[in-house]
């Protein structure tokens, strides 16, 4: 450790003062491997939704870093994360996606293990002496905590709790994401999940960055009628703003009387709405509830970026997980309305498979340029990547700048806290 | 079984094979205004995630009405959709045909889709069970349902710039 410590001292020199990133940023495998150390080992990592684990021992596969974990959900109701790795001889406990359990069982010689990780059993003890202890040989488990139903995990015992990392301007956006529920409980509808040859940070800075919505999603755009291609062309309107929100988070907001769904409810609905009305009022909801349910069905009006790895996108999750120096897997996650009307949920789904996923009007042209990027950085490696955009007009905002909607600043926002991160 | 319905079941094999062929050609040509044409209005293409079959309920990768579909043809046509512009080549091969059912003039079949794209110099492969809800039309059939389930649909994938 440190020998790389020396290699990465001149932090400066990968993200200059003035937003200039390395080329080697993108590249380097021995920079990737100390940031899964610094940043991913140390800091609160997503890893589930709360409805993802709806029952006692409902349990699902998830990444912390490039740690395999399963998050499970015990008798008491508390949810675990586990480090997917028997105590015994390493092998995986458990290779079931998703699913409910009432323990994990090692298959290679039948360790068992309880939902909270506790080693309960394994067969013929007695080789191990007499004072084998078994509480020293639960699976590892991770500090676990949550904020409004989105469940983070961290190997640094030593961290702050997960409300002073987020920060009060991030919980007040989670709490405003969060009401696209409509007046029901958020639900994780499903998910589709693609890798893509990139850097982590390559996605990193897309989920802040509104510059290539009109140019990479030109086709999803034409796909539209006129209504939603007014709401998407927040780049010519120039209400929205990017804000850094602290510790490497941000928020991008596009659609400013989207902010709050709570608010400007009497707003005319959208044309491609108007059926979902009609089987609202069909089903006998009352007109004020249909105008709540109709309104959240649109998602919200912002992306609110977490550093390192989860981003709340308009109406879905977006989550990476880095893989290698040149890999990354996305998930996008698709929410909806819990107990809430089946036809509300229909429209999320079919709106969400429109632009995201492998077949989606847009993600396919998302991984396209970023795939690009990443094969770009093959010529010229002495050039910067600017993440400069914006910094003539940046006013203070609440916690940090605040920049014009197409500005750079929450990708700086990321690299501030990627460097704090590598320094410490 | 007799030998006057075997020989029935062939001929039908045959011809749903042809069609399902001449539709294989088509997606690999990328000529998707004839492909469009093979479609009844009503009929959905969808690539589910996972295992279910309640499609209106689930999420799927897509589920394709007529609006959707020529959309998504007008998506990879236009020429704004960088992942599409060229998009990947692709060969495929259909087989391992079963007839599931024969009512009235509406046949059930369920076949396997392999798929081999190029781009970037490198290809990839994918594999998918396919079943095509059929009506007779004229000498030959159109499309009333088609699903695609990929091997690895719940699994990482990557992006689709063609159909399968
Ligand atoms: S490796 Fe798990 S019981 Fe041996
Ligand atoms: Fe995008």
């Known amino acids: 450790m440190l020998q790389a410590q020396e290699k990465f001292s001149d932090l400066d020199a990968l993200y200059s003062p003035d937003a200039k990133v390395a080329t080697s940023m993108y590249e380097n495998s021995d920079l990737f491997n100390e940031e899964m150390e610094r940043i991913f080992k140390r800091t609160w990592v997503w890893v589930a939704h709360d409805s993802e684990l709806a029952d006692k021992g409902s349990f699902k596969l998830s990444n912390v870093g490039l740690e395999p974990v399963i998050v499970v959900r015990d008798r008491k109701g508390d949810v675990n994360v586990l480090v997917n790795r028997c105590r015994h001889r390493a092998a995986t406990v458990c290779e079931v996606k998703k699913g409910k359990t009432s323990s994990f069982q090692c298959p290679y010689h039948g360790w068992g293990y309880g939902l909270d990780g506790s080693l309960r059993g394994l067969p013929y003890p007695e080789q191990y002496g007499e004072d084998f202890d078994k509480g020293a040989h639960g699976l590892k488990k991770l500090r676990t905590e949550s904020y409004n139903g989105m469940i983070f995990a961290t190997f640094n015992d030593e961290v702050e709790p997960l409300v002073d990392f987020l920060g009060p301007e991030v919980c007040r956006y989670i709490d405003l994401f969060m009401k696209q529920g409509g007046g029901f409980p958020i639900k994780v509808l499903g998910e589709h999940q693609f890798t893509v040859p990139m850097n982590w940070k390559v996605q990193l800075e897309n989920t802040t960055d509104a510059y290539h919505f009109p140019v990479v999603h030109k086709s999803f755009m034409q796909s539209l009628d006129g209504d939603a291609e007014e709401a998407f062309k927040f780049l010519d309107t120039g209400k929205g703003y990017v804000e850094d929100l602290g510790n490497g988070h941000s928020v991008m907001v596009m659609i400013p009387e989207r902010i709050d769904l709570d608010e400007n409810l009497d707003d005319p609905i959208e044309e491609r709405f108007q059926p979902l009305v009609q089987e609202l009022r069909d089903e006998g909801y009352p007109e004020d509830q249909v105008k709540k349910i109709v309104r959240a069905v649109g998602g919200a009006g912002f992306n609110l970026n977490l550093f390192p790895n989860v981003s709340f996108s308009l109406a879905f999750f977006r989550v990476l997980t880095p893989v290698n120096v040149e890999r990354t897997d996305i998930r996008h996650i698709a929410l909806g309305m819990d107990g809430g009307p089946a036809a509300a949920n229909r429209m999320r789904m079919r709106l969400h498979e429109h632009f995201q996923g492998p077949m989606g009007f847009g993600s396919p042209d998302d991984a396209e340029v970023w795939e690009r990027v990443q094969r770009g950085t093959k010529g010229g490696e002495d050039l910067p990547i600017l993440v400069n955009r914006g910094l003539v007009d940046e006013q203070p905002g609440a916690l940090g700048p605040r920049g014009h909607i197409s500005a750079e600043t929450g990708m700086r926002a990321a690299y501030k806290m990627w460097k704090r991160m590598m320094s410490l | ?164």
């Open chain 2, 1 to 164: 079984m007799n030998m006057m319905t075997k020989t029935n079941d062939l001929a039908l094999l045959q011809k749903v094979s042809a069609f399902l062929w001449e539709e294989a050609a088509l997606l690999d040509a990328k000529d998707y205004g004839t492909w469009l044409s093979l479609w009844l209005t009503e009929g959905f293409y969808t690539l589910p995630i996972g295992e279910g079959d309640d499609f209106d309920n689930q999420l799927n990768l897509c589920h394709d009405n007529d609006r959707m579909r020529r959309d998504r043809i007008q998506r990879f046509q236009q020429g704004f959709s960088i992942s599409s512009a060229p998009p990947a080549r692709t060969v495929r091969t259909v087989s391992r045909f079963v007839i599931e059912s024969v009512e009235g003039d509406t046949v059930t079949v369920s076949s396997a889709e392999h798929v081999i794209e190029d781009k970037f110099g490198r290809q990839r492969v994918w594999a998918g069970n396919m079943r095509h809800t059929l009506v007779a039309s004229g000498d030959g059939f159109k499309i009333r349902a088609k699903v695609v389930r990929l091997l690895n649909s719940d699994g990482m994938l990557n992006s689709f710039s063609y159909l399968f």
